[in-house]
């Protein structure tokens, strides 16, 4: 089926043809049409338009308002203030629109795919091997998730990766420590879980640190163990595999918990560019992009200074022979685009992380590997608050454990679903208070800007009242309720209706679904959806006050209204879906 061409789109082309046939010159030029809350549109494009043609922008306006055709779609237009149009659609229009939407045979709600798509490598949720995930490691998780969700719906091919730290000083440590204690790791039977195999990681770890703090021999064979995994040597890679197995189980149980679908084949690891960073140097030293300073290999920047007004190079590596983070990054880049084909790279990556990006990015630029058709982009993000505005702790100081917060939030939002059960039975309640608090949880993180910092309030997060995905979901629930009270009785579209003008502002919002997709997709910016979610839900809350459905005056009625219910609800189920979240048929 062909995308539904939505009604801002139908009006704006009207008025482009209008302001056209008025102003010969104005061929082309965009009539700026947005909502309005005097009518359902305004056009503010007649004022530029105006001051350069040297004419009356009133008189323009009353130009094009002549050459408007009303009837079809656009209802009314008048002149307005100095200059402004205000447009008012039919109701017919609306109700057609979201019929043709809602006869989308791909359940797509007319949302079009793009017809050039190209390939986004996005790199998210990149926890370390051997450690527990923290607070910290959220906001990666959820937001690269649901740029995933909006990419892959616009019809982008984009490969996922997850640059999970794998590679470093620690696992010789971690390595000779297991090597002379074997059965460290060993499981007790054959199904490990994800906090049994954290639990075995930690001790480990723990223990490995006491010895490698207080022995120097220890220490002394531990660093020579660094050289001999630099080095490829079998067993001593083969010990280290056991670690990323060992955190694997541990990634995969947190990740099924965030009700996240991570794979094995998109975890590429630091350790998966070992092979390439001696080339990466050399292309970068040959080029003369990077040069020899006291012994390492530097970029520098002009721009960069550190306090004491000298340049602060990126040291691709160091003056022992050793590898920086810069050296595996250029080469993921390297990766990306020669390897996978990608035109653009996206990075959800903590906003601290923004120089060195800033200058890797800039390194690839002048080794020739990003250019105008190859595009990097940081998606940085803000910090996760604690509610009295400071960096999320626990009472002793620690950072909080990711799965000890998402445990909390579940049992939180099973009171919430608990209190307000009807005919649900335990394992039910269990299956929706996971649904609605990690739902909670995601909501919370993706309505506010992705660079922004934001407090974490479990108490606000599983609020029914409130920008809060809890009355999303409820919203979703209790139209499914009224769909399936009303039995027999289909819904069914009836252009033919006058419609209130509850109505009329709940189908004006449904329709603005795909330019929202588009808009929330293109900028990497899921809060436009959850800005957008938010308000269908509440328009939908104002409808139901004030449009009895079941009891509506004629049968005809009946079926409009379950038919705007029955749209809105497709359309939160699929927004919910762009951002990670489920909509229970039941709460």
């Known amino acids: 089926m062909a995308p539904v061409t939505s009604l801002t789109a139908s009006v704006n082309q009207r008025l482009a043809t209008a302001l056209a046939s008025a102003l010969p010159e104005a061929d082309g030029v965009d009539p700026?049409?947005?909502?309005s809350d005097r009518a359902d549109y305004q056009a503010n494009g007649i004022l530029a338009l105006a001051k350069k043609a040297k004419a009356n922008p009133r008189e323009l306006a009353t130009q094009v308002v002549a050459q408007v055709t009303t009837g079809d779609v656009i209802k009314d237009v008048e002149v307005s203030g100095p200059g402004f149009l205000n447009?008012?659609?039919t109701d017919?229009?609306?109700?057609?629109?979201?019929?043709?939407?809602?006869?989308?045979?791909?359940?797509?709600?007319?949302?079009?795919?793009?017809?050039h798509p190209g390939t986004t490598v996005i790199d998210y949720a990149q926890p370390n091997v051997a450690k527990e995930m923290h607070v910290g490691h959220l906001r990666s998780a959820v937001i690269g998730d649901s740029?995933?969700?909006?990419?892959e719906f616009t019809g982008e091919n984009v490969v996922r990766r997850h640059h999970i730290g794998d590679w470093g000083t620690q696992f010789g440590m971690l390595i000779q420590y297991l090597d002379e204690h074997p059965h460290e790791l060993d499981h007790k039977d054959a199904q490990v879980t994800g906090e049994e195999a954290m639990s075995n990681l930690d001790r480990l770890y723990k223990a490995a640190r006491k010895f490698f703090d207080s022995d120097e021999e220890f220490k002394t064979r531990a660093r020579r163990?660094?050289?001999?995994?630099?080095?490829g040597d079998p067993h001593t890679l083969a010990m280290w595999q056991k670690f990323v197995d060992e955190s694997k189980i541990y990634f995969f149980s947190v990740f099924e918990k965030l009700d996240m679908e991570i794979r094995d084949a998109d975890i590429v690891g630091e350790s998966g560019y070992n092979d390439m960073l001696a080339e990466t140097c050399r292309l970068l030293e040959d080029s003369g992009v990077a040069v020899r300073s006291e012994g390492a290999l530097c970029v520098f920047f002009d721009d960069i200074k550190g306090p004491d007004g000298k340049p602060v190079p990126l040291i691709v590596q160091k003056s022992d022979g050793g590898y920086g983070y810069a050296a595996t990054d250029l080469s993921a880049i390297r990766d990306r685009v020669f390897n996978l084909k990608a035109n653009s790279l996206i990075y959800v990556v903590d906003a601290r992380q923004s120089l060195h990006f800033k200058m890797v990015f800039e390194t690839a630029r002048r080794a020739g590997w990003l250019n105008d058709d190859v595009k990097a982009y940081q998606l940085a993000f803000g910090?996760?608050?604690g509610k009295d505005g400071k960096p999320f702790k626990t009472r002793e100081g620690e950072t909080v454990r990711l799965v000890d917060l998402l445990d909390e939030a579940i049992d939180r939002a099973s009171a919430v679903v608990r209190e307000k059960a009807q005919d649900l039975s335990e394992g039910e309640i269990a299956e929706r208070g996971a649904q609605v608090g990690i739902g909670a949880v995601k909501y919370a993180d993706l309505?506010?800007?992705?660079?922004?910092?934001?407090?974490?309030?479990?108490?606000?997060?599983?609020?029914l009242n409130g920008d809060t995905s809890v009355y999303l979901q409820y919203a979703y629930a209790r139209i499914q309720s009224i769909l399936r009270k009303a039995g027999e009785v289909r819904p069914a579209a009836h252009p033919e209706l006058d419609l209130h003008e509850a109505e009329r502002a709940l189908g004006l919002h449904v329709d603005a679904f795909a330019e929202t997709v588009a808009e929330?997709?293109?900028?990497?910016?899921?809060?436009?959806?959850?800005?957008?979610?938010?308000?269908?839900?509440?328009?939908?809350?104002?409808?139901?006050?004030?449009?009895?459905?079941?009891?509506a005056e004629t049968p005809a009625q009946v079926e409009n209204r379950l038919f705007l219910c029955d749209v809105t609800a497709r359309t939160l189920h699929q927004g919910m879906a762009l951002l990670g979240i489920r909509t229970p048929e039941r709460l």
């Open 32 to 35: 700026l049409l947005r909502r």
């Open 447 to 463: 309505s506010t800007s992705a660079n922004r910092d934001y407090k974490f309030d479990l108490d606000q997060m599983v609020s």
């Open 87 to 89: 447009i008012t659609v």
């Open 225 to 231: 163990r660094v050289v001999d995994l630099q080095a």
């Open 92 to 115: 017919k229009a609306i109700t057609e629109n979201l019929a043709a939407r809602a006869a989308d045979a791909e359940g797509r709600l007319g949302v079009p795919r793009a017809e």
């Open 383 to 385: 910090t996760v608050l």
């Open 520 to 551: 929330a997709a293109t900028e990497y910016a899921p809060h436009k959806m959850t800005a957008y979610l938010y308000q269908l839900a509440s328009l939908y809350t104002t409808f139901y006050d004030k449009c009895p459905v079941l009891k």
């Open 147 to 151: 740029v995933v969700q909006l990419l």
